[in-house]
């Protein structure tokens, strides 16, 4: 069972490259989120889930998009990297339901953007 | 927008002394939690309270909620080096069964061994 699992680790990208990021989950859960960490922000959420082939905005959704076209799969895109999306992104999943709030997260992946 | 604020910013303390963290919210909430982060690591969960809930225990951890301040406490006692980390509080709204988690910005704590 390896949980939340994100691909790349690491990505340098030059200003205006396009890159998807994934999150993959094996705990059948219906809920995923995308969030990113810059230093003295916390996390702020960007897009979630809340099942397969949907999919809606968080807090700070601009310059980035997501696709769940399989339930255990959400990815993250950046169309035209900027430099203001350097950050630390992390995804999460939780199973659906009330009682069911804790959140399990990936690793992260660390994004520089030239 | 942040929901919870964590306070203090950053907390250095011995081994073996407690160490505890607050954290205020605003508007109402479903539930609270609290998760650790390790450096360069994900986050991980700890533990939950619900709003009609007002103190829980987990091992070493206590978690107090004083809905009517809006502010809840994290106590970890008998602190140990392993336990250096950043932690979070989380608070989830009440509109909505897809209700999402808002971070607080975190506190740095710091045990010397």
């Known amino acids: 069972n390896a949980g939340v699992t994100q691909t790349p680790k690491f990505r340098v990208l030059k200003t205006g490259q396009s890159m998807t990021l994934l999150c993959a989950q094996d705990?059948?859960?219906?809920?995923m989120y995308w969030y990113r960490q810059d230093p003295g922000m916390g996390l702020r959420l960007i897009h979630y889930s809340v099942g397969e082939g949907t999919t809606a905005k968080g807090e700070v959704p601009d310059g980035y998009n997501v696709s769940r076209l399989k339930k255990q799969n959400f990815l993250l895109g950046l169309e035209s990297a900027a430099p203001s999306q350097t950050s630390v992104y992390f995804c999460a999943s939780r199973l659906a339901g009330g009682n069911t709030d804790t959140q399990y997260f990936g690793p992260g992946t660390r994004l520089t953007v030239l | 927008s942040q929901q919870g604020e964590e306070d203090p910013q950053a907390l250095s303390i011995q081994e073996g002394e407690n160490a505890t963290m607050n954290c205020s919210y605003k508007t109402s909430i479903n539930n609270l939690q609290w998760y650790r982060q390790n450096s360069g690591r994900g986050l991980v969960h700890l533990i939950l309270?619900?709003?009609?809930?007002r103190e829980k225990h987990s091992g070493r951890l206590r978690v107090t909620l004083d809905t009517s301040k809006k502010s809840s406490s994290l106590l970890i006692t008998a602190s140990r080096a392993a336990d250096t980390a950043s932690y979070f509080c989380?608070?989830?709204?009440?509109?909505?069964?897809?209700?999402?988690?808002?971070f607080g910005k975190g506190i740095t704590l710091s045990v010397r061994p």
């Open positions: 705990m059948n859960h219906e809920y």
């Open positions: 989380a608070t989830r709204g009440n509109t909505g069964a897809n209700s999402k988690l808002t």
């Open positions: 309270i619900r709003s009609n809930e």
